[in-house]
C-alpha cells in the first residue's frame, strides 16, 4: 500500500488545535520553526548563551501560550513574533551581566582561522558586519535578520514586528542608507 505524503507542518498544527490537543501542538510548533527560531536569535543576541537562554523563553512562552493562538496569522509568524519578544527580553536583560562569556573553544577557532589568509579575510569582513551590526538597535537587527538572513516577505516580518509593511519597507530603506554611510566611515 502507498504512504500517502505527509501534511505540512502548518497543517497538521492547526489540526491538532481544533481538536483541543494543545500538547502536540505545541510540540509540533517547537519542532517545526524550533530551528529556524533559534538561527534567528543567535544572528540578533550573538550570544549562543543568550541565543539559548531566549530559546528557552520562546518555548515556554509557546507551550503556555499555544492556547490562546486566534489564528489572526499562520503558526510559523506567531511563533516568530514570541521569538522577537524573547530576544527583546534577553537583550533588556543583558546589562545585569557584566562581561562577555568566552565560549569554550573560541581561542582555537580564532587561531584555526589565522593559518589561511583567506580565512583571516573572511574572518576580518565577519567582524566588521559584527561591529555595524552592534551600531544597531535589537529591532534594526532583527529587521535585518528577518529580511537578509531569513528571506521572509514582507507581510510577515509585518506580522511578527508588529508594524505596517508600507513603514517596515521605509524602515529597511533608511537602514540600509545607515548601513552604507556607517561602512563607509
Known sequence: MEKLPEKP????????????DLRAAATETI???GPQTLTILRAVLRDEADA???FSQFAE????GIGAFRGESSVKTWALRLARNAALNQRDEAWKRKGRRF?????SAIAEDLVTKSVVRVERQRQALDRLREQ???EEQLLLVLRI????????IAEVVG?????LTKRFERLKERLARLARD
Open 61 to 64: 512562552n509557546l507551550w503556555k
Open 31 to 33: 519542532r517545526a520553526h
Open 52 to 54: 539559548r537562554d531566549a
Open 9 to 20: 507542518p502548518e497543517e497538521r498544527i492547526l489540526e491538532l488545535l481544533a481538536q483541543g
Open 149 to 156: 538572513d531569513q528571506s521572509l516577505p514582507w507581510n510577515e
Open 163 to 167: 508594524e505596517e509593511t508600507n513603514t
Open 103 to 107: 565560549a569554550t573553544g573560541e581561542a
Open 136 to 138: 544597531l538597535t535589537a
